[in-house]
Structures are given as C-alpha cells and as structure tokens.
C-alpha cells in the first residue's frame, strides 16, 4: 500500500497562491488515481480534485475550477495542487488520497496522508 506525506500548507492572503505536494512512497504511483481533498474546520472532508494514472484526466470541485491545478510527476514519485486566486473558503486541512480506480469515489481511495494546514486569511 502507498504511503502518502503532504507539504507546502501555510498561511496567505485572499487573492494569493500555494502549492501543495504529496510524496509517495512504499508503491509506484503510477498504479494510482491521485485525488486532493479538504476539511474546513467543523465541516466534513469533501474532495477537490483527481487525476488519472497517467495525467492526461482530470476532475474538480466546481468551486476550485480555474483556480486549483492537479498535477503529477510519475517519475517522482510525487503529486501537486497548484492554488490561485485563494479565498478564505478554501481554508481546511489538504489531504492527498490514492485510488485504483479512475475516476473514483471517496470510498475507493484506500490511502490517505495526514494532511497540510491551509489558512486564507488577511
């Protein structure tokens, strides 16, 4: 099974930009749909993208279309979330989740990282 470790969290102001990572490790990504997911404080996780094996598929959130960028480097081992345009809403806990299925449901991601802290705010 993959294990899963996020970075690049912080704080921003509204309008400015993050990129989050996720290394893998323990599998070859290249077996996985990659998706990112967020949990706002007092609210339930909920996803925000995902992407096929191979990166050529992709699927958002309505909310995050034409901001958020999901992206992956097979080779490296390693996921992104490119964000812009970043509003308070978007603040929660990022986490990077791996499925074998494309395109899947929560359920079907079957490994998850911690989580990166993400604070929109001025």
């Known amino acids: 099974q993959v294990q899963l470790v996020e970075s690049g969290g912080g704080l921003v102001q509204p309008g400015g930009s993050l990129r989050l990572s996720c290394q893998a490790s323990?599998?070859?990504?290249?077996?996985?749909?990659m998706a990112w997911f967020r949990q706002a404080p007092g609210k339930e996780r909920e996803y925000i993208a995902q992407?096929?094996?191979?990166?050529?598929?992709?699927y958002y959130k309505d909310s995050v279309k034409g901001r958020f960028t999901i992206s992956r480097e097979n080779a490296k081992n390693m996921l992104y979330l490119q964000m812009n345009d970043l509003k308070p809403d978007d603040t929660g806990v990022y986490y990077c989740?791996?499925?074998?299925?494309?395109?899947?449901?929560?359920?079907?991601?079957?490994?998850w990282g911690r989580g990166t802290q993400v604070t929109v705010s001025s």
């Open positions: 323990g599998s070859t990504l290249s077996n996985y749909g």
């Open positions: 989740a791996a499925s074998l299925e494309y395109p899947a449901t929560t359920a079907e991601f079957t490994s």
């Open positions: 992407i096929s094996w191979n990166g050529a598929s992709t």
